[in-house]
């Protein structure tokens, strides 16, 4: 099992310009989440999904919007990115919404 | 206001010297308290949920510890390999979502 995939593992955008991350999960979990790690802070929930066809905000979600394709895949889209998006962007997934999360390795995003 | 505070921000240690890593919070109908390991360039890993004041679990020469207000992680003879950053968080009965403290770098210097 491959566990939480994430891609690309690091990307470098221009101000302005769109990207979507890509999530995939093998262990049938059913609830899928993204979130953003700035230094000195904590992980911030962007938005999360707690089953297939339902997508919900976190802390977080100005400029960001995502798309439950499947129960595997979990997709963030940058419609019109900011140096303030600028982040390590981590996906995870659990078997339901209270249980534990397990994380994918991460993008890293560089806006400039 | 729901917080989850981490103490220190970082710690050095020598291989051997025992020390424990705090995580105190406020939150309202405490769910869980969720410890990972997260090391450079990775995922956080998981490695223990705590439910209830005075449950306490342990793996290798990690034990993780639960009072009203805060969780102590506890560690034993370190060795330069348990160097990572660990994280908490904590989930509230009244939403799904969790939250995270800063986290704790520990370097265990050989």
């Known amino acids: 099992n491959a566990g939480v995939t994430q891609t690309p593992k690091f990307q470098v955008l221009k101000t302005g310009q769109s990207m979507t991350l890509q999530c995939a999960q093998d262990?049938?979990?059913?609830?899928m989440y993204w979130y953003r790690q700035d230094p000195g802070m904590g992980l911030r929930l962007i938005y999360y999904?707690?089953?297939?066809?339902?997508?919900d905000k976190g802390e977080v979600p100005n400029g960001y919007n995502v798309s439950r394709l499947n129960k595997r895949e979990f997709s963030l889209r940058l419609e019109s990115a900011a140096p303030s998006q600028t982040s390590v962007y981590f996906c995870?997934?659990?078997?339901?919404?209270?249980?534990?999360?397990?994380f994918g390795p991460g993008t890293r995003l560089l806006v400039l | 206001e729901d917080q989850v505070t981490q103490s220190p921000e970082a710690l050095r240690l020598q291989e051997g010297e025992s020390s424990s890593l705090n995580c105190s919070y406020t939150v309202s109908g405490l769910r869980g308290l969720f410890w990972y390991r997260q090391d450079p360039g990775k995922g956080p890993e998981f490695l223990f949920t705590l439910y209830s004041a005075g449950e306490e679990k342990e793996k290798e020469r990690l034990k993780a510890t639960l009072t009203k207000k805060e969780s102590f992680l506890h560690i034993t003879a370190p060795k330069p390999e348990d160097s990572a950053t660990y994280l908490c968080?904590?989930?509230?009965?009244?939403?799904?979502?969790?939250?995270w403290g800063a986290g704790t770098k520990l370097i265990i210097k050989p």
């Open positions: 999904s707690a089953s297939e066809g339902t997508t």
């Open positions: 968080a904590v989930g509230k009965t009244s939403n799904y979502q969790l939250i």
């Open positions: 995870a997934s659990s078997v339901g919404v209270t249980a534990t999360q397990y």
């Open positions: 262990m049938n979990h059913n609830s």
